[in-house]
C-alpha cells in the first residue's frame, strides 16, 4: 500500500494505523478534459458516519488513505461543478482501491456554496443588511440560516424571534436592540432569500464574484480534514475536547440541552441531557482529571458537572454570565469566562474576579495563573495571579482589535487571536511586550485558535470560511480551504497524537485536521 507520511512540522498521526488501513486513488478532470486542481475528494464511511476529505493537486490527482475497512461513496466537492458519486465501495483493510476517476461537469455557484465575507460583499444594500451583518452574522453565517431555506415574511419573522428568544442570542442580551431592528432584519431576509428573491440565481453572475473568489497554494492542497456526523439535526457541536481516554467531549450549543461524549473508533456519540428547562447554550465542556466533565450553560447563567459515576449532570447556578471553561489539573478549580469566575468543587462557592466584568476567551500557564482576553473595542488581554488573585491587564497596540480566543504555548509565550484587526498576538509575560501577525485576506477574522507540537499557530478565518497556520518564526501563513461553507468553527484542542480537533456548528459534525506530504 501507498503510505503518505504526515507533515514533519506538525508530527500529526491518524487514528487508524496505516498497517491494517485502506486507500482510495484516482484523478479528477474539469469540463474541457483536463486535470482539475483543488476539488475536494470525500469518501464517507457509512458505518462510522465518518468522512474523510482531502484536495486534488494540480495534476488532478488525489490519494484518500489511512481508511478504516467498511462501506464507501465518494463524492466530489468543487464550486460551480458536479459529478456523479461512487457508491457501495467496500474496502477491506490494507485495501488499495485506485482508478477511482471523476470528470466534472459545470455546475452552478449557490449562494450556500460562498463565505461570509464573499456575502457581505455581494449582497445589496438595503434596509436591515447593516442589522444582519453587525449582530447575526458575529455569531454565524447566512448561507445555512438564511439561504438554504425559502421562506415568507412571518416565515423569517418567526426565526428572528427565535433566535431573540429561545436561543438567547447576541439580538436577545443587546443593549439597544429594538423590535424594528428586528423587524428590519426579517425584512431584509426576505427580500434576499424569500419566495419572490431579488436575488440572481447564482452569485457567479453577478461581476464583482471572481475577485471575491480565494486562490490557495500548492502547500494549502496538502490539508486533510476527518470529521464525524452527529446523532441528529441542530447539535450545535461548539467544540470537540479530547480527554484521557481518546474520546471526546462535544457541547451542544443552542435548545439541544446535552453534551456528547464522541468515541472516534466506532463513531458512536453517546448524550447526555442537563436538567436546565429552557435553552441552556452550553458553550463548553471541559473533561477533568478525574473524569468528570465541566460546562457551561450561556443560557441560565449555569456551571455543570457531569458525574463519571452516575452519568449525570449537577448544575450551580451562579449570578453572573457563563461562556468558556477551563479547569486546574493541580487544585481542581474551575474558571470561566462570560465575567471572569473561579468554582470551588469543595465548598461549592463561585468568587467573581470583579476587575473583569467581561471576557470571552481564557487559558491557564503551568504556573495556573488565568489568562483572559475581553472581547471588546478597547478589549485587552489580562492576567490573575493564580495565588493573590492579582489582575495585571496588557493593552494592544491595534485599538479596536477585540482579542478572542487565546492560548499559552508550552514556553509560556501567551497566543491570542484579534478579531477585528485580522491579527494574531504574541505577548511575552517576561517583558509584557506584544508582537502582532498581520493574517492575509481582506477581513480574516481569527475564531479558533490552537497550537501545535512544534508551536506552529493555527486559527480559523470565521468571515473567510478558511483555516491557516502561522510559523511565529517566519512569519509565514499558509490559508487551507474547508470542504464546506461556513466552517463556523471555534475553538480548537490537540489531543495526545497530535491532531487538532474542531466542531462545526452549522454543519452538525466534529473532526480534525492535518496536513501531509508525499
Known amino acids: 500500500m501507498r503510505s503518505r507520511t504526515p507533515l514533519g512540522v506538525l508530527g500529526f498521526i491518524l487514528a487508524v494505523s496505516s498497517a491494517d488501513a485502506a486507500t482510495i486513488t484516482g484523478t479528477v478532470k474539469g469540463p474541457d478534459g483536463q486535470p ?3 476539488a475536494f475528494v470525500q469518501a464517507r464511511n457509512a458505518q462510522l458516519k465518518m468522512t474523510v476529505s482531502v484536495l486534488t493537486d494540480k495534476e488532478g490527482r488525489y490519494v484518500v488513505e489511512n481508511l478504516p475497512a467498511g462501506d464507501y461513496r465518494v463524492g466530489i466537492r468543487a464550486v460551480g461543478y458536479s459529478a456523479a458519486a461512487k457508491s457501495s465501495l467496500k474496502l477491506t483493510a490494507d485495501q488499495n482501491l485506485p482508478s477511482q476517476d471523476f470528470a466534472l461537469a459545470t455546475g452552478m455557484v449557490k449562494w450556500t456554496d460562498i463565505s461570509i465575507l464573499q456575502g457581505i460583499e455581494l449582497l445589496p444594500n438595503d434596509r436591515g443588511k447593516n442589522v444582519l451583518v453587525e449582530d447575526c452574522m458575529s455569531c454565524h453565517g447566512f448561507q445555512s440560516k438564511m439561504a438554504a431555506v425559502t421562506r415568507d415574511l412571518d416565515g423569517f419573522r418567526s426565526r428572528v424571534e427565535y433566535m431573540r428568544e429561545a436561543m438567547r442570542s447576541s439580538l436577545a442580551d443587546r443593549r439597544g436592540f429594538s423590535d424594528q431592528q428586528a423587524e428590519d432584519i426579517a425584512y431584509y431576509m426576505n427580500k434576499m432569500f424569500g419566495y419572490d428573491s431579488v436575488l440572481p440565481k447564482s452569485p457567479a453572475e453577478l461581476p464583482a464574484y471572481k475577485s471575491t473568489v480565494t486562490e490557495f497554494s500548492d502547500d494549502a492542497l496538502k490539508i486533510v480534514y476527518v470529521d464525524y456526523d452527529m446523532p441528529g439535526p441542530d447539535r450545535s457541536p461548539w467544540t470537540a475536547h479530547p480527554d484521557k481516554d481518546g474520546t471526546f467531549w462535544i457541547p451542544y450549543y443552542g435548545a439541544a440541552n446535552k453534551i456528547g461524549h464522541l468515541d472516534p473508533v466506532t463513531g458512536v456519540v453517546t448524550e447526555y441531557p442537563v436538567p436546565n428547562l429552557g435553552t441552556a447554550a452550553i458553550h463548553s465542556a471541559v473533561p477533568a482529571p478525574d473524569g468528570s466533565v465541566w460546562l457551561t ?6 456551571l455543570g458537572r457531569w458525574d463519571p459515576r452516575t452519568k449525570e449532570v449537577t448544575e450551580y447556578q451562579d449570578t453572573v454570565g457563563k461562556h468558556t471553561v477551563r479547569i486546574d489539573p493541580k487544585t481542581g478549580m474551575v474558571w ?21 466584568p467581561t471576557c470571552y476567551g481564557i487559558a491557564l500557564d503551568q504556573e495556573g495563573n488565568v489568562w483572559f482576553t475581553e472581547l471588546t473595542a478597547t478589549g485587552k488581554v489580562g492576567k490573575v495571579d493564580a495565588k493573590t488573585l492579582a489582575v495585571t491587564k496588557y493593552a494592544l497596540p491595534t485599538v479596536n482589535g477585540r482579542p478572542r480566543r487565546i492560548q499559552v ?23 509584557g511586550a506584544i508582537t502582532e501577525f498581520q493574517l492575509p485576506g481582506p477581513q480574516p477574522t481569527p475564531y479558533a485558535l490552537g497550537i501545535d507540537r512544534d508551536g506552529m499557530v493555527w486559527y480559523s478565518s470565521e468571515y473567510m470560511d478558511v483555516i491557516g497556520r502561522l510559523d511565529p518564526n517566519t512569519g509565514k501563513v499558509v490559508e487551507y480551504p474547508y470542504p464546506r461553507a461556513e466552517n463556523s468553527m471555534r475553538d480548537f484542542f490537540m489531543d495526545e ?15 480534525y485536521f492535518y496536513v501531509a506530504k508525499e
Open 497 to 511: 497524537q497530535g491532531r487538532m480537533w474542531f466542531g462545526s456548528p452549522v454543519n452538525d459534525k466534529v473532526g
Open 36 to 38: 482539475f486542481r483543488g
Open 297 to 302: 450553560e450561556q443560557g441560565s447563567n449555569k
Open 336 to 356: 470561566s469566562t462570560g465575567a471572569l469566575s473561579v468554582f470551588d468543587p469543595k465548598t461549592e462557592k463561585f468568587t467573581h474576579i470583579p476587575q473583569v
Open 409 to 431: 504555548d508550552d514556553k509560556g509565550i501567551v497566543w491570542f487571536g484579534e478579531f477585528d484587526a485580522g491579527r494574531i498576538g504574541r505577548l511575552d509575560p517576561k517583558t
